[in-house]
C-alpha cells in the first residue's frame, strides 16, 4: 500500500473564496482521484487527476469549480472554487498502485463553508 | 448508480463473528468485487478483494457464491474498532476501467 497524506486536514472557509487541497503520496502511483463525500452520505468520484493533462470530470462536476493539477506521479491539488455552504464535504484522494490496483485513500479533508 | 446492495445497519457482539452481506447480482464475469470500511469519517480503509475464489487476509474473510451474484464479509473476531461503515463495490479488472461506484454501505455497530 501507498501512504498518503491530505493538506489541510481541516478548514472553515468563507462563502465565495476558494480553497486548494494537497494530496501526496510518498511512491510513485499510476492514477490518482479525487471524492466528494457530503454529509451523512457516501462517497462520489469527481475526477480522475491525470499527469500532465487535465483531470477527467465526472458527470455534475466541471472544472471551473474543481480544478486539479497534477504535477508529478506523487503529487495532486484540489481547489474548492467559489465555494457556497454546499461545498461543505469531506474530499478525499486516493491513488492507484500499478501492482494489485486496489485504490487506496487519504485521510480527507474536512470541508465547511459558512 | 452502484451495482451492489448492503443492509443499512448491524450489530455485532463483541469477539463474535460479523457476517456482512452484499448482493451483485448484475456483475459482470470480469468483475472485483472489493470491500473497504470507514471509521468515523476517516479515509476508507481497503480489506480485501476478490474474483471467484473465496479470499482471507489478516484483517477478514470474502466468501463469494458460485454464481458471483452475492458475497460475505467475514470479521472473525468483532472489536469494538471495527465499527465502522463497510463499502461492497464491484470494478471490471480490465486495465484503464479503475472507477469506483460506492453505495450507501453498511453501518456495523460492535456491542460491548
Known amino acids: 500500500s501507498a501512504v498518503i497524506s491530505q493538506k489541510p486536514s481541516r478548514d472553515i472557509c468563507q462563502r465565495g473564496t476558494s480553497l486548494t487541497i494537497q494530496c501526496q503520496v510518498d511512491s510513485q502511483v499510476t492514477m490518482m482521484f479525487w471524492y466528494r463525500q457530503q454529509p451523512g452520505q457516501s462517497l462520489t468520484l469527481i475526477a480522475t487527476?491525470?499527469?500532465?493533462?487535465?483531470?477527467?470530470?465526472e458527470s455534475g462536476f466541471v472544472i471551473d469549480k474543481f480544478p486539479i493539477s497534477r504535477p508529478n506521479l506523487t503529487f495532486s491539488t484540489l481547489t474548492v472554487s467559489n465555494m457556497s455552504p454546499e461545498d461543505s464535504s469531506i474530499y478525499l484522494c486516493?491513488?492507484?498502485?500499478?501492482?494489485?490496483?486496489?485504490?487506496?485513500f487519504g485521510p480527507g479533508t474536512r470541508l465547511l463553508v459558512l | 448508480d452502484a451495482k451492489t446492495t448492503q443492509p443499512t445497519s448491524m450489530d455485532c457482539a463483541e469477539g463474535r463473528a460479523a457476517n456482512l452481506p452484499c448482493n451483485h447480482s448484475?456483475?459482470?464475469?470480469?468483475?472485483?468485487v472489493y470491500w473497504y470500511r470507514q471509521i468515523h469519517s476517516q479515509g476508507p480503509q481497503y480489506i480485501i478483494h476478490g474474483l471467484k475464489n473465496n479470499e482471507t487476509n489478516e484483517m477478514a474473510s470474502l466468501i463469494i457464491t458460485e454464481d458471483r451474484k452475492s458475497s460475505t464479509l467475514i470479521l472473525p473476531h468483532a472489536t469494538l474498532r471495527d465499527t465502522a461503515v463497510y463499502y461492497c463495490?464491484?470494478?471490471?479488472?480490465?486495465?484503464?476501467?479503475?472507477?469506483?461506484?460506492f453505495g450507501t454501505g453498511t453501518r456495523l455497530k460492535v456491542l460491548a
Open positions: 448484475t456483475i459482470s464475469g470480469n468483475e472485483y
Open positions: 486516493s491513488v492507484l498502485t500499478g501492482g494489485i490496483e486496489t485504490q487506496y
Open positions: 487527476a491525470n499527469q500532465g493533462s487535465e483531470a477527467t470530470y
Open positions: 463495490i464491484v470494478r471490471p479488472y480490465t486495465s484503464g476501467t479503475y472507477k469506483y461506484i
